[in-house]
């Protein structure tokens, strides 16, 4: 089974519709991370989350809220969302050391907003 | 302003015929240099992490180096299944989260 898992894969909305993209996993990491990947842009970070308690936002955070329900869960939410939002999703997980540690990523969620 | 910087965007490659890509970083303080394969469709696949100058890893054809400025990501004897995206990322600023470079487009053809 796959380390970091994440619901749905592919997911076809309209403008206006809330939907929550989902992301488990199995590593025991404290970390994890919502990135999306444009064409051209290359990775960007979302939300940023260090344990349950602790929730940052990152480089594009408008737009979309997150939720951590467990140190195992983190979900990304898009209120309303648009079509500049078509993107190819990504969460990250990584451990909580002092330093800066490797992030393992999922297999990504693939949105389409019409 | 954290930067990172990757080339060539695109790299096309005979098999066998070994090269290098490079990642160049502008960073306050760096805090890891990682590199990252990519398929199309999947998640990046974590490759090396490097910390200090001077430093290098190898994990079969791959060999990556460190210096102060930039890392490079040697492929030597390259095959077609090592065509994909290889995706550059430095650990920066207050929090250390990952910048990451655009990629860069190996294609390997038999």
Same mark, same amino acid.
């Given at each position: 089974?796959?380390?970091?898992?994440?619901?749905?894969?592919?997911?076809?909305?309209?403008?206006?519709?809330?939907?929550?993209?989902?992301?488990?996993?199995?590593?025991?990491?404290?970390?994890?991370?919502?990135?999306?990947?444009?064409?051209?842009?290359?990775?960007?970070?979302?939300?940023?989350?260090?344990?349950?308690?602790?929730?940052?936002? @990152?480089?594009?955070?408008?737009?979309?809220?997150?939720?951590?329900?467990?140190?195992?869960?983190?979900?990304?939410?898009?209120?309303?969302?648009?079509?500049?939002?078509?993107?190819?999703?990504?969460?990250?997980?990584?451990?909580?050391?002092?330093?800066?540690?490797?992030?393992?990523?999922?297999?990504?969620?693939?949105?389409?907003?019409? | 302003?954290?930067?990172?910087?990757?080339?060539?965007?695109?790299?096309?490659?005979?098999?066998?015929?070994?090269?290098?890509?490079?990642?160049?970083?502008?960073?306050?303080?760096?805090?890891?240099?990682?590199?990252?394969?990519?398929?199309?469709?999947? @998640?990046?696949?974590?490759?090396?992490?490097?910390?200090?100058?001077?430093?290098?890893?190898?994990?079969?054809?791959?060999?990556?180096?460190?210096?102060?400025?930039?890392?490079?990501?040697?492929?030597?004897?390259?095959?077609?299944?090592?065509?994909?995206?290889?995706?550059?990322?430095?650990?920066?600023?207050?929090?250390?989260?990952?910048?990451?470079?655009?990629?860069?487009?190996?294609?390997?053809?038999?």
């Amino acid at each position: 089974d796959a380390d970091v898992t994440q619901t749905p894969r592919n997911r076809i909305t309209k403008t206006g519709k809330r939907i929550m993209l989902e992301c488990s996993q199995t590593k025991g990491h404290d970390r994890m991370y919502w990135y999306r990947q444009d064409p051209g842009l290359g990775l960007r970070l979302i939300y940023y989350s260090f344990d349950v308690k602790d929730i940052n936002k @990152g480089e594009i955070s408008d737009g979309y809220s997150v939720s951590r329900q467990a140190q195992a869960k983190f979900s990304l939410s898009l209120e309303s969302a648009i079509p500049n939002q078509t993107a190819l999703y990504f969460c990250a997980t990584s451990v909580g050391t002092g330093r800066v540690e490797t992030q393992y990523f999922g297999p990504g969620t693939r949105l389409l907003v019409l | 302003e954290d930067q990172v910087t990757q080339s060539p965007e695109a790299l096309r490659l005979q098999e066998g015929e070994s090269s290098s890509l490079n990642c160049s970083y502008t960073v306050s303080g760096l805090r890891g240099l990682f590199w990252y394969r990519q398929d199309p469709g999947k @998640g990046p696949e974590f490759l090396f992490t490097l910390y200090s100058a001077g430093e290098e890893k190898e994990k079969e054809r791959l060999k990556a180096t460190l210096t102060k400025k930039e890392s490079f990501l040697h492929i030597t004897a390259p095959k077609p299944e090592d065509s994909a995206t290889y995706l550059c990322a430095v650990g920066g600023g207050s929090q250390g989260n990952l910048i990451f470079g655009k990629g860069t487009k190996l294609s390997v053809k038999p």
